[in-house]
């Protein structure tokens, strides 16, 4: 009789390091879980950060902020009509 005991026991013992296993798997699976989450939220405010970034950076290439700039601070001016030459490229035909 003392054998089934000891099956039952060595059944049990299987059984609680299975539990043991799943158990530690849910586990790590929970905690991976949670820091996809924090990293998706970093990249989702980072993906905002550069999307802020470049509208500046359009915005400062814009001709409305470097025309005024560049006429106060190095004192260009836009030249007219009859000042510009038109220089055609090798290989080009005149128009």
Do not use: Y
């Not at 039952?8 to 299975?18: D, P, Q, V």
């Not at 530690?24 to 924090?38: M, P, V």
């Not at 409305?64 to 220089?87: K, M, T």
Request: glycine share 6%; hydrophobic share 50%; charged share 25%.
């Amino acid at each position: 009789m003392a054998k089934g005991r000891h099956w039952a026991a060595l059944w049990l013992c299987a059984f609680l390091a299975a539990a043991s296993v799943v158990i530690a798997r849910q586990t790590a699976a929970i905690r991976a879980a949670r820091e996809l989450a924090g990293l998706r939220a970093v990249h989702a405010t980072l993906d905002g950060h550069r999307a802020e970034l470049e509208r500046r950076i359009r915005e400062a290439e814009s001709r409305a902020v470097l025309l005024p700039r560049a006429q106060q601070h190095l004192r260009l001016r836009l030249p007219g009509d009859s000042e510009l030459i038109l220089i055609p490229a090798p290989g080009s035909e005149p128009r």
